[in-house]
């Protein structure tokens, strides 16, 4: 698929897909005319990247990642430094604690829609 019809699809920029692709987290096949060719799976992959940079990741760690959420997972550590380790778990202990603000809001959320539909009945 061209460029435009990924953007559709994931709501992402075609500015930010050409971002990612200079960074490295997306590899997009060419056409002979030079136009890229984004295979299907990459739409996921948009997915994935957009999520984990929502959640605060940075494209760094994000690209020594990606291998991580392929199916099979094809992890080839060759670099991982101490301080990429303990990057990778202030990121994830940052994530929990979002996901717990995030359930706890949730929670409040849903109190109060059964409270308001309890007294509208």
Do not use: F, W
């Not at 997009?28 to 994935?48: F, K, S």
């Amino acid at each position: 698929m061209r460029i435009g019809e990924l953007a559709e699809r994931t709501n992402v920029p075609t500015r930010l897909l050409r971002y990612y692709e200079e960074q490295g987290l997306l590899t997009p096949n060419r056409a002979a005319n030079g136009y890229r060719d984004y295979p299907e799976e990459l739409v996921d992959r948009v997915t994935q990247i957009r999520g984990l940079l929502d959640s605060g990741v940075p494209t760094r760690i994000i690209k020594q990642i990606l291998p991580c959420l392929d199916n099979p997972c094809t992890i080839h550590v060759t670099d991982a430094t101490p301080e990429l380790i303990a990057s990778l778990e202030q990121q994830r202990d940052q994530m929990d604690a979002r996901i717990r603000c995030l359930a706890r809001n949730r929670d409040a959320i849903s109190a109060y829609l059964d409270a308001v539909r309890r007294d509208t009945r």
